[in-house]
């Protein structure tokens, strides 16, 4: 597809479980960005990918939490023994390398921990 | 510290009448500036960026902005609102001291009555 895909759109889990967030970035994106969003708040960075990379990390909340990006493509962001904390809405987007190029996001997954 | 305001929570413009939505930085050397909106359940949408050169800076859906360096600011404009300008918008900045890093506001709610 032309745009960022990131599935799936909603997921409700119960606390303890474990949960997998799938990112497919623009073809051809060399970076890729893993953001966390609370309702009418701005994005807050969880970590950044550059190709299969990840260079920053700073932004993980907890140990719990897990990105990967094996083959330069997909990311996935795995949350570990979920807590309701954890209840928010995670955005991935991805740019070319350049610092004045935009970040082109995906639709988000919205994740529930009950 | 590098910074992004953006002062007012919410502003309302009726449909027609021109809008603008403030943004102010705090970042040392030249800024990288960018706007975004998110519609509900969606991700962020790049509008427009100022990176160097003109001042007005035109984006997408009929938006500009205008860069003041005096006055550190960046606010967001459009000459005629459409009750689908409703939204959320974002100012950001890239972080002066990373290749990849922005820095984000904390999100005006525009709300455009017919």
């Known amino acids: 597809g032309a745009g960022v895909s990131q599935s799936p759109r909603y997921k409700v889990a119960k606390r303890g479980q474990d949960v997998a967030l799938r990112c497919d970035p623009i073809?051809?994106?060399?970076?890729l960005f893993w953001y966390q969003q609370a309702l009418g708040q701005g994005p807050e960075f969880l970590t950044y990918?550059?190709?299969?990379?990840?260079?920053?990390k700073s932004g993980l909340p907890s140990d719990r939490f897990f990105a990967e990006r094996p083959e330069g493509s997909v990311s996935t962001l795995k949350i570990q023994r979920t807590q309701q904390e954890d209840s928010a809405v995670y955005l991935c987007a991805s740019s070319p390398p350049q610092p004045g190029q935009p970040q082109h996001f995906g639709d988000g997954t919205r994740l529930s921990i009950l | 510290a590098q910074s992004v305001a953006q002062p007012e929570d919410q502003v309302n413009v009726a449909e027609g009448n021109p809008l603008t939505v403030k943004c102010t930085y705090s970042v040392s050397g030249n800024p990288y500036l960018f706007w975004y909106v998110q519609y509900p359940n969606r991700g962020l949408q790049f509008l427009l960026k100022y990176i160097t050169g003109d001042n007005l800076v035109k984006g997408s859906y009929g938006f500009e902005a205008e860069f003041n360096k005096s006055q550190t600011s960046f606010h967001l404009k459009k000459p005629s609102a459409l009750v689908s300008d409703s939204a959320l918008y974002f100012c950001?900045?890239?972080?002066?001291?990373?290749?990849?890093?922005?820095?984000w506001g904390a999100g005006t709610k525009l709300i455009i009555k017919p």
């Open positions: 073809s051809g994106h060399v970076s």
């Open positions: 990918f550059q190709n299969e990379a990840q260079l920053d």
């Open positions: 950001a900045v890239r972080d002066i001291g990373s290749n990849y890093q922005l820095i």
